[in-house]
């Protein structure tokens, strides 16, 4: 059973840094691109980054771009999501998702299955 | 405000059949990029429900079925049911803007 588990959130003041993981298991996780998706308190969800199977190529919206930084350890079947100088508007539940494609690319039009329980980040002095 | 326009809200008796619109653009789903479906009950991570615009993953029930015609796209879910009370996001992907979300629609069955 493909199972994701994301922890490393928190209550972090607004310029502070957080990072989150994902431990993945139940697949070859080296074959996957992965995504972070994060909903804020009562709203939708947005894609926050994404990242190939290899590592080499990754992306990410620009409500993080130069602030956040996609990585992962296949050697260890973890993503990491690096965050630095966090916002109040950052405050969501961060998921973890795996991308449906076994090739290893990131398509941005590839669906997520499944997702992570999610880890709730909180910017707040 | 969300690139994919949802309806805030839906609602159906029992038995029912409702809709879900997604509306995009030129830029992404009137490009020919595929919409996918997500179900997330209340409390819980999301849930792949549609994919490819209208393939059903394995264990969703086929009361549930998806459509896409020019920039739009459609959810519909007959035979509805109290368990299906839940928030329902459309899912594409714009060039510029990579994955992108629609705004999501709650659904009530009365």
């Known amino acids: 059973e493909v199972q994701l588990l994301e922890s490393g959130g928190g209550l972090v003041q607004p310029g502070g840094s957080l990072r989150l993981s994902c431990a993945a298991s139940g697949f070859t996780f080296n074959n996957y691109a992965m995504s972070w998706v994060r909903q804020a308190p009562g709203k939708g969800l947005e894609w926050v980054s994404g990242?190939?199977?290899?590592?080499?190529?990754?992306y990410y919206a620009d409500s993080g771009k130069g602030r956040f930084t996609i990585s992962r350890d296949n050697s260890k079947n973890t993503l990491y999501l690096q965050m630095n100088s966090l916002r109040a508007e950052d405050t969501a539940v961060y998921y973890c998702a795996k991308d449906h494609d076994s090739s290893g690319y990131y398509y941005g039009d590839n669906w997520f299955d499944p997702w992570g329980q999610g880890t709730l980040v909180t910017v707040s002095s | 405000q969300s690139v994919l326009t949802q309806p805030p809200s839906v609602s159906g008796a029992p038995g029912q059949r409702v809709t879900i619109s997604c509306t995009g653009s030129?830029?992404?789903?009137?490009?020919?990029?595929?919409v996918h479906w997500y179900q997330q009950l209340p409390g819980t991570a999301p849930k792949l429900l549609i994919y490819?615009?209208?393939n059903r993953p394995s264990g969703v029930p086929d009361r549930f079925s998806g459509s896409k015609s020019g920039t739009s796209a459609s959810l519909a879910i007959t035979g509805l049911q109290a368990e299906d009370e839940a928030d329902y996001y459309c899912?594409?992907?714009?060039?510029?803007?990579?994955?992108?979300f629609g705004g999501g629609t709650k659904l009530t069955v009365l």
């Open positions: 490819g615009n209208s």
């Open positions: 899912q594409s992907y714009d060039s510029s803007l990579s994955a992108l």
């Open positions: 990242i190939s199977g290899s590592g080499g190529s990754t």
């Open positions: 030129s830029s992404n789903i009137g490009a020919g990029y595929d």
